[in-house]
């Protein structure tokens, strides 16, 4: 009898352990998967910083080329925007950037001919860097852009100097074309303007709208109409933005253009118009949630004291879940600022500083969906791109963070 009672004993002993090791490797798995995600994130980050900052250790120039002037000369330094006003031909003298009164002549590899005939250059251009060392040497006014290749061994002129591209020049510069030549222009400050104005505009549209779309469904709608409405509202979220994209362009873009009388309706206002859209069913959302996580209690102690159905909801439901319509506020702007199809196809995509929501603007996503695909990969645009998509994360960082804060000290005064 005590033989069958010590085995069923160590029967249970056995299934206690088993179970415990099962559940020991349940727990193995799901901190192994929690730790995989962590990681995975945080080597995201680390590689697109990485990436981005590599744009600060280089020269607006592509590798391999050069900008050469007359030894004569007594430029020293020039800014990219200055070389581009020169090559662009809106500066035509030396004098006008603090050197000789002596017009500028400019030289690319291909006008070479204008000045050798093919038999002095020889038969298989053999002659090439003598004569763009000759030309640069006789000509007093010129600026020769080049590769350096053709640099010659006894170079006779003198390579201007350009600094590296600057966090700051980034950021302040006014111009953004990174594919310029002979020098890129890096000026981030239209891009990021543009990404601000319309997520701006999309949630002082998508804000009111949420909150009383929110309102109605909490505190006014019948059961009936609030589980019709609820999870249709929720379906919009997970329509593709491109599908928004299309309706901003045959409706919202014509109708702008037509009622303000414009030469073209892709303005900052079609993209805020279009976001409002998107963000709306994450506000209501989180809203309606919020206010719903009312006390019954404090409700029914507002109206016992005479207040109205109305300023029950202003009075005591909204600043209880003031937290909750912030947090979803926050959020709905955190999806604006992050879009990219539906922003490219209604903004006009025009990287200049905007001046009105009537103006066409380009956001930094939309400019890196645009742009990432024709540059080449390691290149001084390919950098530029993920250094604005480092922006693009401070800036979501920085809306998370304020997320992050708002709910805390709403939850510390609730304590």
Aim: with cysteine; charged share 20%; proline share 5%.
């Amino acid at each position: 009898m005590s033989s069958v009672v010590l085995l069923k004993i160590k029967h249970t002993d056995l299934k206690t352990n088993f179970k415990q090791i099962k559940e020991k490797i349940i727990e193995f798995i799901l901190m192994l998967s929690s730790a995989a995600t962590s990681i995975t994130v945080v080597l995201i980050v680390f590689f697109l910083f990485i990436e981005g900052a590599g744009v600060f250790s280089k020269k607006p120039i592509d590798k391999g080329f050069l900008l050469a002037v007359n030894d004569s000369n007594s430029v020293k330094k020039l800014e990219p925007s200055q070389i581009k006003d020169i090559f662009d031909q809106k500066i035509t003298n030396w004098k006008e950037l603090g050197g000789k009164d002596q017009a500028i002549v400019l030289f690319r590899t291909g006008d070479i001919t204008d000045y050798y005939t093919e038999e002095e250059l020889g038969p298989n251009f053999e002659y090439f860097p003598d004569k763009i060392n000759e030309l640069i040497a006789k000509t007093p006014g010129i600026i020769a852009f080049f590769s350096d290749k053709y640099k010659s061994k006894d170079f006779k002129g003198r390579e201007l100097e350009l600094d590296k591209i600057s966090v700051f020049k980034f950021l302040s510069d006014e111009e953004w074309f990174p594919t310029a030549e002979p020098v890129a222009q890096m000026g981030v400050k239209p891009l990021i303007y543009g990404t601000l104005l319309v997520s701006f505009g999309a949630i002082v549209l998508a804000l009111p709208i949420g909150l009383f779309a929110a309102i109605y469904l909490s505190e006014i709608a019948k059961k009936r109409t609030r589980n019709f409405l609820k999870p249709l509202i929720e379906l919009l979220a997970g329509i593709p933005s491109v599908v928004y994209g299309f309706f901003g362009l045959v409706i919202i873009v014509p109708l702008i253009q037509s009622v303000f009388n414009l030469p073209v309706g892709e303005t900052a206002l079609a993209g805020s118009v279009v976001l409002a859209i998107m963000a709306l069913p994450t506000i209501i959302t989180i809203s309606e949630d919020a206010m719903r996580n009312t006390p019954r209690a404090m409700k029914e102690a507002s109206l016992a004291l005479g207040a109205s159905h109305w300023q029950t909801i202003y009075k005591v439901v909204i600043p209880y879940s003031a937290s909750g319509i912030t947090a979803g506020a926050i959020l709905g702007i955190g999806r604006a600022i992050g879009e990219t199809m539906a922003v490219l196809m209604v903004t006009g995509n025009a990287a200049v500083i905007p001046h009105t929501f009537l103006a066409p603007v380009r956001t930094i996503p939309a400019t890196i969906a645009a742009e990432l695909g024709e540059a080449a990969n390691g290149g001084l645009h390919y950098e530029a791109l993920f250094a604005l998509g480092c922006i693009l994360f401070v800036i979501t960082f920085g809306i998370n963070m304020l997320v992050e804060m708002v709910t805390n000290k709403q939850s510390h005064k609730k304590h």
